[in-house]
């Protein structure tokens, strides 16, 4: 069973950055993606980011383009999500979560492993 766990969520204020980390251990993979998913408040979750492991290709939703960066970390099983310049509607509980497959998706049901979330919350 693969267990996921994000953290770096926190409170910043507005035109801020933060770095969310994941890690995902319990197997050993070989070529996969990870991924980054937001559900806001009386929203619907929604893609963010995601980067597959082996080739390094990154897609990113349209919201967060040009102000995000995922990237993989040394560690294998490892990724990262630079936020800069956040902005009050990037709010939300932050998923990251993992795909048995290395072609980077943006939707949510082709990914198999899920963390819990961390909170982001951007102040005005």
């Known amino acids: 069973q693969v267990r996921v766990v994000e953290s770096g969520g926190g409170l910043v204020q507005a035109g801020g950055s933060l770095r969310l980390s994941c890690v995902a251990s319990?197997?050993?993979?070989?070529?996969?993606?990870m991924g980054w998913f937001r559900r806001a408040p009386g929203q619907e979750r929604e893609f963010v980011a995601a980067?597959?492991?082996?080739?390094?290709?990154?897609v990113y939703g349209d919201s967060v383009k040009g102000r995000f960066t995922i990237s993989r970390g040394n560690a294998k099983n490892t990724v990262y999500l630079q936020m800069n310049s956040l902005k009050p509607e990037d709010t939300a509980v932050y998923y990251c979560?993992?795909?048995?497959?290395?072609?980077?998706?943006?939707?949510?049901?082709?990914?198999?492993?899920w963390g819990q979330g961390t909170q982001v919350t951007v102040s005005s």
């Open positions: 979560a993992v795909r048995d497959h290395p072609l980077a998706t943006t939707r949510e049901n082709n990914y198999d492993s």
């Open positions: 980067i597959s492991w082996s080739s390094g290709i990154t």
């Open positions: 319990g197997r050993t993979f070989s070529s996969y993606t």
